[in-house]
């Protein structure tokens, strides 16, 4: 089957970590949330491990917990960057658009957070941690692409991990289960997303030599 190159760029190209559109007022259909992530777990995983894990948290005071865990490290980090940063460039809007987030992320009808099963021990090797990294990733991207397509929107989110042990309490976590993300995840105010500003390719594009 061919695809259409022109809606799979758009896709590529205007999928976008959302914040302030998201639509804090409605509610997210379960079977979309599944919808997307049979779409994720056809993503490449290293060694074919398929070690994906994934809580969905739609229950509210959980919900509020999660944002309270989240805060407690995201308001001192994101208030000194966007007081560093008030120019009106694209960083500062993506500050202000944080700082957002964190006010309501509580309010986001939907938390997915990827997980993998197993832990890397301490000490282990650098190509050891990129394979297990890599093995969530492409998934997570996938799900977010599969939300976009849908409607919906999200953003890859990482301040709650220094409180892990606090969010696996919370959720029944096991202990042989890492958290890797949060994603806040709800239907999108409107889908009139555009590419972002990027510096040109050549610029950052080095052909056999550096």
Same mark, same amino acid.
């Given at each position: 089957?061919?695809?259409?190159v ?21 509610? /997210? ?6 919808? =997307? ?5 056809? @993503?490449?995983?290293?060694?074919? %491990? ?9 229950? @509210?005071? $959980?919900?509020?917990?999660? #944002? ?9 980090? +994101? ?5 560093? &940063? ?9 500050? &202000?658009? !944080? ?5 309501? +992320?509580?309010? /986001? ?5 990827? =997980?993998?099963q197993?832990?890397p ?11 297990f990294?890599a %093995?969530?990733y492409? !998934? ?11 409607g919906?929107? &999200? =953003? ?8 892990? $042990?606090?969010? #696996? ?10 958290? /890797? #993300? ?13 590419? #972002?500003?990027?510096?040109?390719? @050549? ?8």
């Open positions: 089957m061919a695809l259409d022109s809606v799979c760029d758009e896709l590529l190209s205007t999928t976008r970590a959302v914040r302030k559109r998201l639509d804090l007022s409605r509610d /997210v259909p379960r079977e979309v949330i599944n919808e =997307c992530l049979e779409l994720a777990v056809q @993503a490449p995983t290293g060694s074919n %491990s398929q070690g994906w894990r994934w809580i969905v948290v739609q229950d @509210a005071e $959980k919900r509020r917990a999660l #944002a309270d865990l989240y805060k407690r490290d995201a308001e001192p980090y +994101l208030r000194s960057a966007e007081e560093q &940063s008030q120019d009106g460039t694209q960083t500062s809007r993506v500050f &202000s658009s !944080a700082l957002y987030l964190m006010e309501h +992320l509580h309010e /986001v009808p939907v938390h997915v957070i990827p =997980c993998l197993g832990r021990r301490e000490g282990t090797p650098v190509t050891a941690l990129g394979g990294y %093995s969530i492409p !998934a997570v991207w996938s799900f977010q692409l599969a939300l976009r397509s849908r919906l929107g &999200s =953003c890859l989110t990482t301040l709650h991990l220094n409180h892990e $042990k606090e969010a #696996a309490e919370l959720l029944g976590i096991p202990d042989d289960v890492i958290q /890797v #993300a949060l994603l806040p995840v709800a239907y999108t105010l409107g889908t009139d997303f555009k590419p #972002a500003a990027r510096p040109p390719v @050549a610029n950052i594009t080095h052909w056999d030599t550096w």
